[in-house]
C-alpha cells in the first residue's frame, strides 16, 4: 500500500501557493492536505478551496496538537520560523521550514529604525547565537528538519551536482544572482520584518547554491571545503532617484538595502560572487554560473527560452500568467513554462515528502540554511564596517 504523508501548511501567502501547486504533483507517496493556517482565515480559505486542503484554523497549536500531522511546512514571515519550527518539532512533526532560516528582527531597547540604528555587529552575534541554539535542539531531535531552498532543487542546479560528481571537477569560480523589480511583500522594505533587505531575501538562493555545489565537489574529491571569508557592498539606490524615476519600481526600502554584492573565499582559495537588487525590470533573474578546471555549467533558472510570446495589446490575457513581476504583457516576453519545475518548488517537495515517507536525509537541511544565514550576515557585517569577514578555516560547511 502506498505511504500516505498528512501535512499542515502555516502561513497562506505567496509562498502557499508555489508549495501548494507542488504537492500536487508528488508521486510515489500519497500526500494528504490537512490544515492550512493563517491569522487571516479568509485568505487561508482561498489557498484551502484552490489545492485541496481539508480544514483551515488561525490557531497554530491545532496543527501541534493533531496526532494525524506528518509535517509542518512553514511558509510565514521569516521571524517566525525558528520559533514555529522548534515547537513543531517537540510535537514530533518533521519541519519544512522556507527561507531565510532567521534574521535580525529587534530586540528591547533597540533605537528605530533598527536597520539604521543597530550594528550590523550586534546583529551578527544575536543571529549566531540563535542559529546555533536553534542547530543544537534540531540535530538532537529525530524529526526531520528540511530547509524550502528551492535553487538546490532547480533541474540546473542539480545536474550540475551530476556533472561535477562525475567529473570530479574544482570549481574555481562561480556567479550567482537573484534580481527582481521589488516585492510582493508589503513589508519587504522594513528590517524589522525581513531581517534585511535584497540580500537576505533574493541573494540568500544564490548563495544557498553556491555553498551547496562547493560541497558536492567537497564530496567527490573527498576534500573539506568550507568558507573562508566573506566581502560585500550593500546600498540603497532607490534613494539616488525622484518619485518620476522611480515610477516603474515597485521597491520601497526603509532601513533595507536594495543592492547588494558579495564576494566569497572558500578555504580552497576558490571564490563566489552574488549579486542582488530590487531594481532589475523584466521579471525575475535567477542563475548560478559555474567555472570550472575542466567544464563550464551555466544554470540559467529564469527566465528561460522556452517559450516567447510577443502582443501588440493585453485584451484577453487578464488572466493568463506570463511571468512573476512582468505586469506588461505587451511585446516580446520570456513566458515562465513549467516554473514549479524548473525553480525546483516540483522536486523540492518531492524530496521532503520522500524523506518523511522513507526516513531519508534530505538535500537541503539545516546545515545549508545555518550557512546561508551566517555569510549572509557576515556580509551586512563587512559592508558596514568596510572590511573583510573571516571565519576558522579548519570549519567545515557542514
Request: glycine letters at 8%; one cysteine or more.
Amino acid at each position: 500500500m502506498m505511504k500516505t504523508v498528512t501535512i499542515a501548511v502555516i502561513g497562506a501567502g505567496f509562498a502557499a501557493h508555489f508549495h501548494g501547486r507542488a504537492y500536487a504533483k508528488v508521486h510515489g507517496v500519497k500526500v494528504r492536505l490537512k490544515t492550512i493556517v493563517d491569522v487571516d482565515v479568509e485568505k487561508a480559505r482561498e489557498v484551502a478551496a484552490i489545492y485541496g486542503f481539508e480544514q483551515v484554523t488561525a490557531e497554530v497549536s491545532d496543527v501541534f496538537h493533531d496526532a494525524e500531522i506528518d509535517i509542518v511546512d512553514i511558509v510565514t514571515p521569516p521571524h517566525l520560523h525558528v520559533e514555529l519550527a522548534l515547537e513543531a518539532l517537540k510535537a514530533g512533526k518533521h519541519v519544512i521550514c522556507e527561507k531565510p532560516l532567521t534574521g535580525y528582527f529587534g530586540e528591547a531597547g533597540d533605537e528605530k529604525p533598527i536597520g539604521s540604528k543597530v550594528s550590523k555587529a550586534k546583529m551578527y552575534e544575536t543571529v549566531l547565537k540563535e542559529m546555533e541554539e536553534a542547530r543544537t535542539i534540531i540535530k538532537a531531535n529525530d524529526k526531520m528538519f528540511m530547509y524550502a531552498e528551492n535553487y538546490i532543487y532547480s533541474p540546473n542546479i542539480l545536474k550540475a551536482a551530476e556533472i561535477i560528481r562525475s567529473k570530479k571537477s574544482k570549481l574555481l569560480f562561480m556567479k550567482g544572482e537573484e534580481s527582481i523589480k521589488g516585492s510582493t511583500s508589503p513589508v519587504a522594505g522594513s528590517w524589522e520584518k525581513t531581517g534585511g533587505g535584497a540580500l537576505i531575501r533574493l541573494g540568500c538562493h544564490p548563495i544557498s547554491g553556491v555553498l551547496w555545489l562547493k560541497q558536492v565537489e567537497a564530496q567527490a574529491r573527498n576534500e573539506e571545503i568550507s568558507v573562508a571569508s566573506v566581502v560585500a557592498d550593500t546600498g540603497n539606490i532607490a534613494s539616488t532617484l525622484t518619485e518620476h524615476e522611480k515610477r516603474h519600481l515597485t521597491g520601497k526600502p526603509i532601513d533595507v538595502e536594495d543592492f547588494a554584492t558579495v564576494t566569497i573565499t572558500f578555504s580552497d582559495g576558490t571564490k563566489a560572487v552574488i549579486m542582488s537588487s530590487d531594481h532589475v525590470l523584466g521579471g525575475v533573474k535567477n542563475y548560478i554560473e559555474v567555472y570550472a578546471n575542466d567544464a563550464v555549467l551555466m544554470c540559467n533558472i529564469t527566465p528561460t527560452d522556452n517559450m516567447k510570446t510577443y502582443f501588440l495589446d493585453q485584451d484577453g490575457l487578464e488572466d493568463v500568467y506570463i511571468s512573476e513581476m512582468m505586469p506588461q504583457k505587451t511585446g516580446w516576453n520570456h513566458v515562465f513554462i513549467a516554473e514549479d519545475i524548473l525553480r525546483g518548488y516540483r522536486y523540492e517537495l518531492q524530496d521532503f515528502v520522500e524523506c518523511a515517507a522513507f526516513g531519508r536525509k534530505p538535500l537541503s537541511d539545516i546545515d545549508l540554511a545555518y550557512e546561508t544565514t551566517k555569510v549572509i550576515y557576515a556580509a551586512y557585517l563587512s559592508a558596514s564596517e568596510g572590511r573583510k569577514v573571516t571565519f576558522d578555516r579548519t570549519a567545515s560547511l557542514c
